[in-house]
């Protein structure tokens, strides 16, 4: 397996000037950081690899074990080799990835793989990971423009099929066992023309949320709120907006002044956001409350 060399992890506080500006914390020493997860204390990053081929079957991908503040505990965490792991997910001891063209269960305790299913036949960019119970999955396919329903017990899956259709979908998230996954897309064509909305898991109809097309990527729901992250452009102009539930129609900046290389799938955990910068290879934290 080649290795991934991390640097020495590094601290950056950025204070902006204007009143409405964020404070972050940047983590650095990453090479394409495309996902995040939490459980227990430790924060996982899904690192694609040295070159930002994210459909490359290299074996240069790693899952990255930290501390939340940014310590390194193992920076080779699954024990088997990876490509371009990209959306994670954990649930019941166990870390779900996407890896190009396959889900992966990973023993959290181990790091070792439980079980892996195949998607060549259908995707090539699987992406990111909802868990709806312990048995279902959603899993977005952002090459085919695809949602696929897996059924771990079965080790099978099957396209939802919306009533209309979310150009590059992405970001995935729901509650446990609810009726609603919300869901956004990084657009066609190299365009951002992303939407975002929510498919309701009753009949599959999606309604979207009336904010700008982007390149949108993680997504996340907390105390009411929905979060969703915005490339904007490649380069270090990406942004998380933040809309709540109860009015979607008021939408502000959770990162206001603060812009993002790339923010890719980020987590919450407690009061701290952790998003990826996937352009960059680095990880910023800040506080939403």
């Not at 439980?114 to 990111?128: G, M, V």
């Not at 995935?172 to 869901?183: I, N, P, Q, T």
């Not at 064509?189 to 009336?210: A, C, M, Q, R, W």
């Amino acid at each position: 397996m080649k290795k991934l060399y991390l640097t020495p992890f590094s601290f950056v506080f950025f204070c902006f000037a204007h009143a409405d500006a964020q404070t972050a914390k940047i983590i650095t020493g990453f090479h394409h950081v495309e996902s995040v997860a939490v459980a227990d204390g430790f924060l996982y990053a899904a690192d694609i690899g040295v070159a930002l081929k994210p459909s490359a079957k290299d074996g240069d991908g790693q899952i990255i074990k930290m501390d939340k503040a940014g310590t390194i505990i193992d920076a080779q965490f699954v024990k088997t080799k990876l490509n371009a792991p990209k959306g994670l997910a954990i649930y019941k001891g166990i870390l779900y990835l996407t890896d190009i063209d396959r889900v992966l269960g990973i023993d959290i305790a181990t790091g070792t793989v439980s079980y892996e299913i195949d998607f060549s036949k259908d995707a090539s960019f699987l992406n990111d990971i909802a868990v709806w119970d312990e048995h279902t999955l959603f899993v977005s396919a952002t090459d085919k423009s695809k949602l696929f329903r897996l059924d771990l017990v079965e080790k099978t899956y099957a396209e939802v099929k919306t009533s209309v259709s979310i150009p590059g979908i992405n970001g995935l998230f729901c509650k446990k066992r609810s009726d609603r996954l919300y869901v956004n897309g990084f657009g066609s064509e190299n365009k951002p023309n992303g939407i975002v909305g929510y498919i309701s898991l009753k009949d599959n109809h999606f309604t979207k949320i009336d904010v700008p097309e982007g390149y949108y990527d993680g997504l996340a729901l907390n105390n009411g709120i929905l979060y969703t992250s915005d490339w904007v452009a490649f380069e270090a102009k990406g942004v998380v907006r933040e809309m709540a539930t109860n009015n979607f129609n008021k939408v502000k900046k959770t990162t206001f002044s603060l812009q993002i290389p790339g923010p890719a799938d980020f987590v919450i955990s407690g009061s701290e956001m952790f998003v990826p910068a996937m352009l960059s290879g680095e990880i910023y934290i800040f506080s939403i409350y």
